[in-house]
């Protein structure tokens, strides 16, 4: 059974950086065509795409956050770290990760249950 | 950026009849083309990827159909728990953008 699990700050003020963990089980980021990603949404909005990383640490980004995101793995322990720089009140959401769906694809099958980060001072 | 436009926003059907969602690309996604189902307070679930493959354990009175620009998810005959936000997702080209949901409200 594949899980995952989001944890991290629930508070950060403006300009700082936001770094949150997914730590998952019942699936090897080392598997062949597999990803993990990061997907957020504000409250009462819509689902955003920010990053996701494959098996062969190939990592993609949302273009219009890339110079604000970084996406890593810590296969030894089954995690994926997102850092946010530059943190704004707009930022303010509910982070989630999950796991892709096919084969080097970017739909997801398994979410975890996401974690509200709120901004503000 | 592919923008997908979801509609009606807000669908209001009654316990038992059939309910039908929109969903439109800005440009070509094939067939790579999911459905999400959120719960409020919970994650999305997968409904549909490869535009009609039922994933895992979703109920046989969801569907999905479209190719192209033009995609539908029909729900054959609502339940109580079938009322939700349903999403939209390509996943042709990065980034997988979603749609803006459309509310699946009891009438």
């Known amino acids: 059974q594949i899980t995952l699990n989001e944890s991290g700050p629930t508070l950060v003020k403006p300009t700082q950086t936001l770094t949150l963990t997914c730590t998952f089980s019942g699936f090897a980021l080392s598997a062949s065509g597999v990803g993990v990603g990061w997907i957020r949404q504000p409250p009462g909005k819509a689902l955003e795409w920010l990053a996701l990383i494959f098996w062969d640490d190939d990592k993609r980004y949302n273009p219009s956050l890339e110079s604000r995101l970084t996406i890593s793995r810590d296969t030894s322990n089954d995690q994926v770290v997102l850092t946010m720089t530059n943190m704004d009140p707009v930022d303010t959401a509910t982070y989630y990760c999950?796991?892709?769906?096919?084969?080097?694809?970017?739909?997801?099958?398994?979410w975890g249950r996401g974690t509200l980060v709120s901004v503000s001072t | 950026e592919i923008v997908m436009t979801q509609s009606p926003a807000t669908l209001s059907v009654s316990p038992g009849e059939r309910a039908t969602l929109s969903c439109r690309a800005s440009?070509?996604?094939?067939?790579?083309l999911a459905w999400y189902q959120q719960k409020l307070g919970q994650a999305p679930r997968l409904l549909i990827y490869?535009?009609?493959t039922r994933a895992t354990d979703i109920p046989g009175r969801f569907s999905g159909s479209g190719f192209g620009t033009e995609f539908t998810l029909t729900i054959a005959s609502l339940h109580s728990e079938d009322f939700a936000v349903y999403y939209c997702q390509q996943y042709n080209e990065w980034p997988g953008t979603f749609g803006q949901g459309t509310k699946l409200e009891i009438k």
């Open positions: 999950a796991h892709s769906g096919g084969w080097y694809s970017w739909y997801f099958d398994v």
């Open positions: 440009q070509s996604v094939t067939n790579n």
């Open positions: 490869g535009a009609s």
